[in-house]
């Protein structure tokens, strides 16, 4: 409907293509350069996965030590928070300058903006364990660690995953942003390169094209991990809800009347 609706406006007004092109245009682009769209989009799935993994172990392994140590956590987070707040546009080129052009570049940058909501949300679900559970342990002579093994890391996985979603978006931006900087010339660039060189030739309907290919694999890292997370999280309250419809099950009232 919408589509149809953006076809319409744009031929009754006749807006150049230019400056908005018509669905019909985007196709048609999209199907002219197919094969090196989909290589494009190939390569940038493979560096944001690569960036995307190595954000979730660093994530989760980082927020585990923090979690040990209190006065580790208030002395390194703050660094966290920094890295995430930079500019990553004015960090791309010294990233470059460090590791080279090409892949390991475009895999660092997608890293460095994706690893921050795993480390922030897996910090928040470790300190959110139950008291009492906590307490239990404790009166059972637990370990440290075996009290994050066995109850903390368990207890933050919905944390864990609702992460897993937000970097998996914020890795294909990345990958992208790094592409737009690292990326590999010679028509052999991922999307980043189709966009930067499609924008400075005006071919408005294929850079639309490229866009909407990273819109669309951001949207499949959310199914996935949607669906990742259903199955780890099947045990879980957020899990039954969504599965009875959005609606909580209450429990009937004992006794008639």
Not at 119 to 139: H, I, K, M, Y
Not at 217 to 242: D, F, M, N, P, Q
Request: hydrophobic letters at 50%.
């Amino acid at each position: 409907m919408i589509v149809a609706l953006w076809e319409l406006i744009v031929r009754l007004a006749d807006i150049p293509i230019y400056l908005v092109p018509k669905p019909s245009n985007i196709v048609e682009a999209a199907i002219d350069n197919r094969s090196e769209l989909l290589e494009a989009t190939a390569r940038t799935m493979v560096a944001s996965f690569t960036g995307l993994c190595l954000a979730i172990v660093l994530g989760i392994t980082g927020a585990i030590l923090l979690g040990f140590s209190r006065f580790l956590e208030r002395s390194v987070f703050p660094y966290a928070i920094v890295l995430q707040t930079t500019p990553i546009v004015a960090v791309a080129p010294m990233i470059v300058i460090w590791v080279g052009p090409g892949l390991k570049s475009i895999v660092v940058v997608s890293l460095i903006i994706s690893f921050f909501p795993m480390l922030s949300n897996t910090l928040v679900g470790l300190s959110a364990v139950d008291p009492e559970a906590r307490s239990l342990f404790q009166l059972y002579g637990a370990t440290r660690w075996e009290t994050m093994r066995k109850l903390r890391l368990p207890g933050a996985m919905p944390y864990i995953m609702a992460g897993v979603r937000i970097s998996g978006g914020l890795s294909v931006i990345g990958a992208i942003v790094g592409e737009f900087v690292a990326g590999i010339g010679g028509g052999r660039g991922g999307l980043g390169f189709v966009v930067q060189v499609s924008s400075k030739q005006l071919d408005i309907p294929y850079l639309a094209a490229g866009a909407i290919a990273g819109a669309l694999t951001g949207v499949a890292y959310h199914v996935v991990s949607k669906r990742l997370s259903r199955r780890l999280l099947i045990w879980h309250e957020s899990a039954l809800i969504e599965e009875g419809g959005g609606k909580s099950i209450q429990a009937a009232p004992a006794g008639g009347g």
